[in-house]
């Protein structure tokens, strides 16, 4: 296990017209699982590459357990990386996929053998050394691609959107795997991935990047709740937080917490009439479309509803809601969008 450090990590293409990277400070714990989140293009898997030695950073340090790996090869850095494509030689059996980089390095064939069924016994895939990967499911292939990286003993596992190529149901299956898996062998391990879903199910930690820089970086139900940002707040959550404009400022709150005023039984509550054009059924959940109006300026919402709460609404009327003060969350209405102290609302 090894703790990860990057310091004003940045890393340009295009002579210096593309910031990839912009000046990151990030630190993986030893044993941490830590996801790397944000949409395409924001500079996630960048990252992952220069720490893995595949990129060589414009400026900025990379320490694996206080020493500084900048500019070593990727060998030297005792890392292994898992690709989204999972980069199997398709002629190869699993066993020979699984042995590669031992016989690269010259180990012994009853050694490399040992290593290969001690890592395909604990990702169960023991009965299918013999096959070839075109024989494979996707989430066998996976659990080849993990296994050829395990034997490696790495001090840091390097994930690049393993689970993209698996379909949704799998890809449940292959999170609680995988999570199970790094929890079992322990090794620090960072895992960029784009979905939302996967880093709050995985990571002990989640930093959130946009535009080459770190937005925030906490465990998932913090960054959920207490988002550092109007980026991070939207982002974050499905149907995302909801913003009305009021006076300079935004002010945020999750759909599941806005909810009929009868519900909210406290004084200490905002309260606004929500015009409903459109209602959805999802899972149990009714999903309710509409304007808001009394906090701010009339606002298109999101309001969740749980099956737990009954109250008949119908598409067309107007319903008073209301969301508890402490569900509140207020941030600035300028372009960086950051938290902001609470406002006075006066409703």
Same mark, same amino acid.
């Given at each position: 296990?090894?703790? @990860?450090?990057?310091? $004003?990590l940045?890393?340009?293409f ?8 912009d ?6 714990? =030893?044993?941490?699982?830590?996801v790397?989140l ?5 500079g996630?898997t960048?990252?992952l590459r220069t720490i893995?030695?595949l ?10 357990d206080?020493?500084?790996v900048t500019g ?7 890392i292994?990386?898992v690709?989204?494509s999972?980069?199997?030689?398709p ?11 031992l016989?690269? @390095?010259g180990?012994?064939k $009853?050694e490399?053998d ?6 395909a016994?604990?990702? $169960?895939?023991e ?10 499911s996707?989430?066998?292939?996976q659990?080849?691609a993990?296994a050829r990286?395990?034997?490696r003993e ?16 799998l890809?449940?299956s ?6 199970s898996?790094q929890d079992?062998i ?6 960029v991935t ?6 709050m %199910?995985? %990571? ?8 080459g820089?770190v ?6 139900? $913090?960054?959920? =709740? =207490? ?5 991070v707040?939207t982002f974050i959550g499905?149907p995302?937080?909801?913003? /009305? ?5 935004l002010?945020?709150?999750r759909?599941?917490?806005l ?7 406290? =004084?200490d509550?905002?309260?606004?009439p ?6 959805e059924?999802?899972? %149990?959940d ?6 808001v109006t009394g906090?701010?300026?009339?606002t298109? /919402?999101?309001?969740?509803l ?8 119908t ?7 209301a ?6 969350r207020?941030?600035?209405? %300028?372009?960086?969008?950051?938290r ?8």
């Amino acid at each position: 296990m090894a703790v @990860v450090e990057v310091r $004003e990590l940045t890393k340009q293409f295009d002579s210096g017209k593309v910031h990839a990277i912009d000046g990151v400070n990030l630190t993986a714990g =030893d044993g941490e699982y830590l996801v790397l989140l944000g949409p395409s293009g924001c500079g996630k898997t960048t990252l992952l590459r220069t720490i893995a030695g595949l990129e060589e950073p414009t400026s900025g340090d990379i320490l694996i357990d206080d020493h500084v790996v900048t500019g070593l090869p990727p060998r030297a850095r005792k890392i292994a990386m898992v690709f989204q494509s999972y980069a199997l030689y398709p002629h190869k059996t699993v066993l020979a996929n699984i042995v590669f980089p031992l016989r690269a @390095v010259g180990m012994a064939k $009853e050694e490399r053998d040992r290593k290969a069924r001690w890592a395909a016994e604990l990702l $169960e895939i023991e009965k299918l050394l013999a096959r070839k990967p075109r024989q494979l499911s996707g989430g066998e292939r996976q659990r080849v691609a993990l296994a050829r990286a395990l034997v490696r003993e790495p001090q840091v596992f390097l994930l690049d959107e393993p689970l993209s190529n698996l379909d949704a149901k799998l890809r449940a299956s292959a999170r609680d795997e995988l999570k199970s898996f790094q929890d079992e062998i322990g090794t620090t391990t960072i895992y960029v991935t784009h979905d939302q879903v996967e880093a709050m %199910g995985l %990571g002990d930690r989640i930093a959130v990047l946009y535009q080459g820089t770190v937005r925030q970086v906490g465990p998932p139900a $913090e960054i959920y =709740d =207490d988002p550092a940002d109007t980026f991070v707040a939207t982002f974050i959550g499905s149907p995302p937080m909801n913003l /009305v404009p009021r006076d300079g400022h935004l002010v945020g709150f999750r759909p599941e917490h806005l909810l009929p005023v009868e519900v909210v039984r406290s =004084d200490d509550r905002a309260v606004m009439p929500l015009a409903v054009d459109r209602i959805e059924y999802l899972s %149990g959940d009714r999903h309710l479309y509409g304007t808001v109006t009394g906090i701010g300026e009339p606002t298109r /919402v999101v309001a969740r509803l749980p099956a737990t709460v009954e109250t008949p609404i119908t598409a067309g009327e107007t319903h008073d809601f209301a969301v508890h003060a402490s569900r509140l969350r207020f941030f600035d209405a %300028g372009e960086e969008g950051l938290r902001t102290e609470p406002i006075r609302l006066g409703v």
